[in-house]
């Protein structure tokens, strides 16, 4: 299979990768490798500890994160104003 890197430096695989997890090995010749990987939680009781002890933080992330516009619309609109926009999409 052929696939093209894109301009923002992405391949896409197919539907049916969309979701998964890759693990890439890059060689020393520069070929790149990729192995599905399932991810197995180390210990789910820890991260609920992490959590309830971190619950003001989260959820002042969360309420900051919703009020953003994600960064790849950002990026979009900066390209489409071109020289007119802000210096910096961020």
């Known amino acids: 299979?052929?696939?093209e890197?894109?301009?923002s430096g992405q391949i896409s695989l197919g539907k049916k990768y969309?979701?998964?997890l890759f693990e890439v090995d890059i060689q020393p010749d520069g070929s790149i490798i990729m192995r599905p990987m399932k991810?197995?939680?180390a210990g789910r009781q820890a991260a609920g500890e992490w959590a309830q002890a971190n619950t003001a933080q989260i959820d002042q992330y969360n309420a900051w994160a919703t009020q953003r516009e994600p960064y790849s619309q950002r990026v979009r609109r900066w390209r489409?104003?071109?020289d007119q926009g802000e210096a910096?999409?961020?």
């Open 1 to 3: 299979m052929l696939k």
């Open 5 to 7: 890197v894109g301009a």
């Open 18 to 20: 969309a979701g998964q």
């Open 39 to 41: 991810v197995v939680p």
């Open 80 to 82: 489409e104003q071109g």
């Open 88 to 90: 910096n999409p961020r």
